[in-house]
């Protein structure tokens, strides 16, 4: 795929062809600044110490509500090829992190801990195809697909249907709505409610979301003359799972874009962790290649107008199109339960794998809870 598209409930920018290529995100902003691009489209990778895909587009257009893809074709076939890392695996990785988390001499508060599946389409994907039936199965997400030429991963592309919004401005208002603490939805209605109400009153789940919801004010406090952050999360929910959210606007006091608020913010401790290059080490000492899996994709204007969405419920799909590589994480705290993790992270996994009608094998003694 030769382009960008993000695809919001209230916008669509669609971008295709490339001018000027960066890698390097200070470029991208400097190019903004200096006037040389009127708009910069991409993607942001989980490390910030990795390349990024950013790119000055030919052409590029803007629309305002939903998109409505005007056919929408079967996919072929995908099956399960493996995981990375296994599930006893995973379990054992966050066993190993809850150990370091709950000693009180090391300053590691929070981590993500993230697994991925390997899947195989008997045909070529189509990625805006499979953005088309990631739309069809979650109408409120964030839908995109993005080339990762500029990164160096030519002809890959990154698909994905986000329920979270990174960062979002417009004229000097800034909107976002960062997630943590989540549980898989369950099938009978009143199990379901009761787990989203349990979700709400965790001691666990409230302290993981108040982790990032400090750290975000810290960070937009010298840059917003008012931020209006509630006193507490609320329940949304995905088709797989519940989350606690918080809506948070603000008014800028500088002439941040909406690029430079979307590196200000990234990586949040809702993908990463805190403190922040504390769990970068970690995270890199103990896991694959993240990728874009965890980073940011997006676009802004010359004028400082942009959005940019969290880069979860994702897969990379290989140039030829027929392989298909998924992730999904969860944050691990001190009282986090490793056997619930992997749980977590299977329930996120079928957001984008439910889209491509690819079952994900159950694990002997987990709940297969999500939808």
């Not at 931020?227 to 002439?255: F, K, Q, Y």
Request: hydrophobic residues 45%; charged residues 20%.
């Amino acid at each position: 795929m030769d382009g960008f598209l993000l695809a919001q409930p209230d916008g669509v920018v669609r971008a295709s062809g490339s001018r000027v290529a960066f890698d390097e995100a200070d470029r991208a902003v400097a190019a903004l600044r200096d006037g040389a691009a009127e708009l910069i489209v991409g993607a942001l990778p989980f490390d910030p110490r990795r390349p990024a895909a950013l790119s000055v587009p030919e052409r590029a257009l803007h629309t305002a509500g939903p998109w409505r893809p005007s056919a929408v074709p079967d996919l072929p076939p995908v099956r399960f090829v493996t995981e990375i890392p296994s599930a006893a695996e995973h379990i054992a990785r966050v066993t190993k992190l809850v150990e370091q988390l709950n000693d009180p001499a090391q300053p590691l508060r929070k981590v993500v801990a993230a697994r991925s599946v390997v899947a195989e389409a008997s045909g070529a994907l189509d990625p805006e195809l499979v953005a088309a039936h990631l739309l069809t199965r979650h109408p409120h997400a964030n839908v995109f697909a993005v080339d990762l030429t500029p990164a160096g991963r030519t002809g890959a592309t990154l698909v994905g249907a986000t329920p979270e919004v990174l960062i979002a401005r417009h004229g000097d208002t800034v909107t976002l709505r960062p997630l943590a603490g989540t549980a898989p939805r369950l099938a009978d209605p009143d199990a379901d409610a009761a787990q989203a109400r349990e979700l709400l009153a965790s001691t666990k789940n409230r302290d993981e979301h108040a982790f990032v919801i400090d750290w975000i004010r810290d960070r937009l406090a010298p840059v917003c003359a008012e931020l209006t952050i509630p006193e507490g999360p609320e329940l949304i929910n995905t088709h797989e799972v519940w989350h606690l959210a918080t809506p948070i606007t603000g008014r800028l006091r500088t002439s941040a874009t909406a690029l430079d608020l979307a590196l200000l913010l990234h990586p949040t401790p809702a993908v990463c962790g805190t403190p922040t290059e504390l769990a970068l080490d970690t995270i890199a000492g103990l896991e694959e290649d993240r990728g874009f899996y965890g980073g940011a994709v997006g676009w802004c204007a010359a004028n400082g107008d942009g959005a940019w969405v969290v880069a979860i419920r994702c897969a990379e799909l290989s140039a030829d199109g027929h392989t298909v590589h998924a992730y999904a994480g969860g944050g691990i705290v001190a009282a986090s339960d490793p056997k619930a993790e992997l749980d977590e992270t299977t329930a996120k996994l079928r957001t984008l794998l439910g889209g491509l009608h690819c079952a994900i094998p159950a694990h002997r003694g987990t709940t297969g809870s999500g939808r």
